[in-house]
């Protein structure tokens, strides 16, 4: 039963950053219930509240800063407000029309039609799609840095700390 148990983990884990790529599949929530199965499937299995509460900081952190880059770089690279608020709404579309290539995509349209409607200028309005791809890039980097972290702490935590 142990095997097993770990295997669940271990596969937990592999489907949170395949997560990364396939957006469809929620990474941070993934990861989480490998921690479950660790903390409910062994008799011993007590990981730290320093860990959970660790844990809990790097979600939040994770699911606001998915937010926050769309709409600095959309900006950054010249967008709208409207613009921001439409790269928003394309990734959560994005997340659910053509995974994976969707959640790139679709913010990208959203981006150039929100700002050819409001400026008719195709290469401001390309600029600001194009910031929706980077957000989408640095925030998939900064996802995956995040989620090694905390596995790399649950390994220590539940290894070698108990």
Do not use: R
């Not at 409910?40 to 790097?58: C, D, E, K, T």
């Not at 195709?122 to 989620?147: P, Y």
Request: with cysteine; net charge neutral; proline share 4%.
């Amino acid at each position: 039963m142990t095997a097993i148990l770990w295997l669940l983990i271990i596969v937990a884990f592999i489907l949170a950053f395949v997560g990364l790529i396939k957006p469809i599949i929620p990474s941070v929530l993934v990861l989480w219930i490998g921690f479950l199965i660790y903390q409910f499937g062994f008799h011993n299995g007590h990981l730290s509240w320093v860990f959970y509460v660790s844990m809990i900081l790097f979600t939040v952190f994770i699911l606001v800063a998915d937010f926050l880059m769309n709409k600095y770089f959309v900006n950054k690279f010249g967008g709208s407000k409207m613009s921001e608020y439409a790269a928003l709404v394309g990734v959560i579309i994005g997340c659910f029309v053509f995974p994976p290539f969707g959640i790139i995509i679709i913010p990208f349209v959203a981006v150039l039609i929100v700002e050819m409607i409001q400026e008719p200028n195709l290469a401001k309005a390309l600029k600001a799609s194009f910031g929706s791809v980077v957000a989408f890039l640095a925030s998939s980097a900064a996802q995956a840095f995040i989620m090694f972290i905390m596995v790399v702490w649950f390994f220590i935590d539940a290894l070698l700390i108990n």
